[in-house]
C-alpha cells in the first residue's frame, strides 16, 4: 500500500477534529467561541456545579491533569481548565466524566476574555502553570504575567485572592516577578526548585509539561502572590 508523506498530518488533524466533536459534546465542556453570549457560559457554569464553593481557575491549563487532580483532592472547592485549544482539554474533561468528578469544568475561550466571563471578585484562587514564555522583547505583552494580565487577575480575585505561578523557564520567572512587585502585589511563598522545597506537596503535582523538565532536571520556579 503507497502511503503518502502527509498522511501522518491527515490523521494528526482527523484526530483533532474528533477531539473537538466531543469537546463540545461533554456536559462538563464549555466552549466560548461557539456561544453568542457570554453571560450563556456563565449561566451554564453556575449551572453546572452542583454546590456553590470557593472557585479556582486555572490559566492556560492545557491538557488540565493538575487541575484535574487537585479536584479530586478538593471536593470542597470548584475548579475550571482554561485553555484555547479543547483538544489539549478533552482528555482530562473525559476522565473527570469517567470516574464522576463533578466539581471541575473544562472551558475553551482566549485568554484576553476572562473579564467577559467572570464576574468582579468572583475567584477565589488562579494558578498559572507553565504559559507560554514568548521569549521576543516585542511579544512581552503576550505573556501571562505582564501587567495587563495581572490586571485582570486583580479584578477577578476576592479580597485576599491569590495567584499561584509556577514554569520551569527561570528567564521569565524573573521577569514576572520583576512585574508582581511592580504592580504592588505581595509575594507570599517564593521557590526557585519547588520540588526541592518544603513547600505543601500539592503544589508539587506535575503538569504534562513539568513531568518532562522535571526529568530532564530542570526545576521548577514558583510564586504565590496575593492581589490586596
Known amino acids: ?77 470548584n475548579f475550571i481548565a482554561i485553555d484555547i485549544k479543547s483538544d489539549r482539554l478533552y482528555t482530562s474533561a473525559k476522565k473527570a466524566l469517567q470516574e464522576e468528578i463533578d466539581n471541575i469544568a473544562f472551558l475553551r475561550m482566549p485568554l484576553t476574555e476572562l473579564g467577559r466571563v467572570f464576574a468582579r471578585r468572583s475567584v477565589d484562587l488562579i494558578w498559572l502553570t507553565f504559559p507560554d514564555p514568548f521569549p521576543r522583547e516585542r511579544s512581552a505583552k503576550r505573556r501571562l504575567t505582564h501587567p495587563r494580565f495581572l490586571a485582570e487577575y486583580r479584578k477577578l480575585l476576592k479580597p485576599g485572592g491569590l495567584l499561584k505561578y509556577k514554569t520551569d523557564n527561570r528567564e521569565l520567572f524573573l521577569w514576572s516577578l520583576e512585574q508582581l512587585v511592580q504592580e504592588k502585589w505581595q509575594l507570599e511563598e517564593l521557590s526557585f526548585d519547588l520540588h526541592d522545597s518544603n513547600l505543601p506537596e500539592e503544589y508539587k503535582i506535575k503538569t504534562y509539561y513539568e513531568e518532562g523538565f522535571t526529568a530532564q532536571g530542570i526545576p521548577t520556579n514558583f510564586v504565590t502572590s496575593r492581589a490586596d
Request: one cysteine or more; charged letters at 30%.
Open 1 to 77: 500500500m503507497h502511503i503518502l508523506p502527509n498522511d501522518g498530518l491527515y490523521i494528526t488533524r482527523k484526530r483533532k477534529k474528533w477531539k473537538f466533536a466531543h469537546f463540545d459534546s461533554y456536559a462538563n465542556c464549555f466552549n466560548f467561541e461557539r456561544e453568542d453570549e457570554p453571560t450563556h457560559i456563565k449561566k451554564s457554569l453556575k449551572k453546572f456545579f452542583i454546590k456553590d464553593q470557593p472557585l479556582v481557575l486555572e490559566i492556560a491549563a492545557g491538557n488540565a491533569q493538575f487541575s484535574l487532580e487537585l479536584a479530586r483532592r478538593h471536593p470542597e472547592l
